[in-house]
C-alpha cells in the first residue's frame, strides 16, 4: 500500500510542480519574498519572520491543494483510480504531494528571508511542528472545499459549521441570547399546541442558556480556538510554554478528523472525472 501511495505522490508531485501553476507559484514565492523580506531592508523580527512564512505556507497550501485536486480529478487519471484497491490510498498521494510542494516553496521562502533576517537561534526547532501543523489543516479544509471531495452539499455542511462556530466566539453573548430567544417562542408554542412537558423542558433550557448557559457556550468555542490563540501569544511573547506546546499537535488533531471525513466521502461518492 505504501509504495502505490509514494508512486501516486510522486506522480501527482510532478505534475503539479513541472507545469505553468508550478512555475506561477514559484514566482508567487519570490514575489512574496520581495515584498515581504525585501533583501535591502532585511526580515524585522523572528516573530514576523515566523508569522508570514506561516502564513505563506497556509495560502499556498490551500491554493495549491485546489489546483492539484484539479489536476487529479482529470479523466487521464481514471485508469490509476480504479485499479487501486481503496480509493483513500489516492486522496493520501494528493495530500502528500500538496504538501511536499508546499514545504519546498515554503522552505525556499524561508531560505531566501534568512538574508540579513533574524538570528533563529534554538528557535528553529519550533518552525517544523508549527508550519507542518497550520499547512496540514489548510490542506485538508481545501479538500473539502474541491470538487474532487465534496459530495452534493457536503462543503457547505462543513464550512457552515466552521463559520458558525467562528461566528458564536466572536459574539457568544449575542448568539447565545438569539438562541435563547428562538428558543423561547417555540417552547411556547409547544405549550399552546398542549405539548406542555416538551414545551417546559425547552423553556428550561432557554433560561440557562440566557443565563449561566452563556458562559459555558463561551468557554467551549474558547477551546475549540485555542490552538490559534495559543500559537500566536507564543510568537508573540518569544517562547511556547509547556500547554501552548501542544497547539501544533491540537491542530494535527483537527487535520486528521477532517481527512478522515473527507476520505470518507470521496470513498462512498459517485466519482465524475472532467477532461
Known amino acids: 500500500m505504501m509504495r502505490r501511495i509514494w508512486v501516486l505522490t510522486g506522480y501527482l508531485g510532478r505534475r503539479g510542480l513541472f507545469s505553468l501553476s ?12 520581495f515584498l515581504f523580506f525585501p533583501p535591502h531592508q532585511g526580515t524585522p523580527n523572528i516573530a514576523n519572520y515566523m ?13 495549491l491543494t485546489l489546483t492539484i485536486t484539479n489536476q ?8 490509476l ?39 533563529l537561534t534554538l528557535r528553529l526547532l519550533e518552525l517544523p511542528p508549527l508550519w507542518l501543523a497550520l499547512n496540514m489543516l ?5 479538500l473539502h472545499a474541491s470538487d474532487f471531495v465534496t459530495d452534493g452539499w457536503s462543503r457547505v455542511y462543513v464550512y457552515g459549521v466552521l463559520a458558525l462556530l467562528l461566528i ?8 447565545s441570547q438569539w438562541v435563547a430567544g428562538r428558543l423561547g417562542v417555540f417552547s411556547r408554542y409547544l405549550i399552546r399546541q398542549e405539548m406542555v412537558g416538551i414545551g417546559n423542558q425547552i423553556s428550561q433550557l432557554a433560561n440557562w442558556i440566557q443565563g449561566s ?12 480556538f485555542w490552538p490559534f490563540q495559543a500559537i500566536l501569544e507564543a510568537i508573540i511573547a518569544g517562547s511556547f510554554n509547556t500547554v501552548q506546546a501542544l497547539a501544533p499537535a491540537v491542530l494535527l488533531l483537527y487535520a486528521t478528523i477532517l481527512f478522515m471525513l473527507a476520505a470518507d466521502l470521496f470513498a462512498t461518492k459517485d466519482t465524475q472525472f472532467v477532461e
Open 22 to 33: 508550478g512555475l506561477l507559484y514559484l514566482i508567487g514565492t519570490l514575489l512574496f519574498w
Open 72 to 79: 487529479a480529478n482529470r479523466a487521464v487519471n481514471y485508469p
Open 213 to 224: 448557559g452563556t458562559e459555558g457556550i463561551t468557554a467551549v468555542l474558547g477551546i475549540v
Open 81 to 119: 483510480l480504479v485499479r487501486l484497491p481503496s480509493r483513500v490510498e489516492y486522496l493520501t498521494a494528493v495530500l502528500l504531494a500538496v504538501l511536499f510542494i508546499t514545504l519546498l516553496l515554503q522552505g525556499l521562502l524561508a531560505l531566501l528571508a534568512m538574508y540579513r533576517g533574524p538570528g
Open 168 to 175: 458564536s466566539q466572536n459574539s457568544g453573548p449575542l448568539m
Open 51 to 63: 508569522l508570514l512564512i506561516g502564513a505563506f505556507g497556509a495560502a499556498v497550501a490551500f491554493l
Open 138 to 142: 489548510a490542506i485538508v479544509l481545501a
